[in-house]
């Protein structure tokens, strides 16, 4: 079974322009996770979506955004970048069965997205 | 508030044990779950405890206290690939929304 894909890989931008990453999570998961983690920091939690909803939102301004697409793929848009907006940026896949415990609280990370703002 | 709380940073040498805490505060609580970062790399899964007690998978084991909000993992025989990061993780059901949260991380170093 394919991991969790994420495109692109590295991303270069300057203050002011916005960005959209990709994320495809594992083949039958339908939840997909958000973080944005930076040097010294740990796994800050951006947004879940399942079924194409979002159902949770960290504390991240309005300028991050998400969506999910009918397959499950899913896309985070930031827009007027900030300096502080650099880091990693990665997605995860999970099932959403409460009823199996270990599924649903499994998350599968993908190997980011590194974002470089100047 | 929701928070889980861990050591910054654990020291230690090949073959000894190391014991990584993490302690929550959580509206409400599915299980524990355990997550190791190597640098440059993605989060992996480790554990998982819906229940107190302990969970053994090999060299890691992972340890649940509801009563105390308390958990750790417990990594033995270290060896030097085990310096990574660690987070520990709840989905905490509060508003029905099973919100993720990760601990603040423990970054493990292994000096041979």
């Known amino acids: 079974k394919a991991g969790v894909t994420q495109t692109p890989r590295y991303l270069i931008k300057t203050r002011g322009q916005q960005v959209t990453l990709s994320c495809s999570p594992i083949?039958?998961?339908?939840?997909v996770s958000w973080y944005q983690q930076t040097p010294g920091q740990g796994l800050q939690f951006l947004f879940e979506y399942f079924s194409e909803t979002q159902r949770n939102k960290g504390n991240f301004p309005g300028r991050f955004s998400g969506r999910q697409f009918s397959n499950s793929r899913s896309e985070m848009n930031v827009s007027t970048l900030e300096l502080g907006d650099s880091a990693l940026y990665l997605c995860?896949?999970?099932?959403?069965?409460?009823?199996?415990?270990?599924?649903?609280?499994?998350?599968?990370f993908g190997p980011g997205t590194r974002l470089t703002v100047l | 508030g929701q928070s889980l709380e861990q050591p910054s940073e654990v020291t230690a040498v090949e073959g000894a044990i190391v014991q990584i805490n993490c302690t929550y505060q959580?509206?409400?609580?599915?299980?524990l779950s355990w997550y190791q970062q190597h640098d440059g790399g993605a989060p992996t899964f480790l554990s998982y405890n819906a229940l107190d007690g302990l969970e053994e998978t090999g060299r890691f084991s992972s340890f649940l206290s509801r009563s105390d909000s308390y958990g750790y993992l417990l990594l033995q025989e270290l060896q030097m690939k085990d310096s990574a990061s660690y987070f520990c993780a709840v989905r905490d059901p509060f508003g029905n929304t099973d919100k993720l949260i990760f601990g603040t991380g423990t970054r493990l170093q292994v000096f041979p």
């Open positions: 995860a896949s999970s099932g959403w069965d409460r009823a199996d415990a270990r599924s649903y609280n499994e998350q599968f």
């Open positions: 959580t509206s409400g609580f599915y299980g």
């Open positions: 083949s039958g998961h339908r939840s």
